[in-house]
């Protein structure tokens, strides 16, 4: 859910990737809340993603970045180190 990816388009900005319904909501639905497993791969097109807290930033690494890269037989330690530079977490407010 969101409307970050619903033109096809990304932005330069970073995407807040949210973890559950209710944060996505608390967010003021900015951003996105994925809920296809196959929808974790299109994220490697965003130059910076914001995840909600350590296990959400971990749990995003390993769907966007390491399995895919597992997937196809590329090195995971270089998707890992993909995923360190890429996803940040959240400012609380």
């Given amino acids: 859910m969101g409307t970050a990816l619903s033109a096809g388009t990304?932005?330069?900005s970073p995407l807040r990737v949210y973890q559950t319904p209710l944060s996505w909501l608390r967010g003021k639905c900015k951003g996105v809340l994925p809920l296809a497993n196959n929808f974790f791969?299109?994220?490697q097109a965003t130059?910076?993603?914001v995840a909600d807290n350590d296990d959400h930033?971990?749990?995003l690494a390993e769907r966007i970045f390491i399995k895919p890269a597992i997937s196809v037989g590329a090195d995971d330690q270089a998707a890992?180190?993909?995923a360190i530079s890429r996803i940040s977490l959240a400012v609380a407010a």
């Fill in 57 to 59: 930033a971990w749990h």
């Fill in 80 to 82: 890992e180190q993909e």
């Fill in 41 to 43: 791969p299109l994220l």
């Fill in 47 to 49: 130059p910076q993603i």
């Fill in 10 to 12: 990304l932005t330069r």
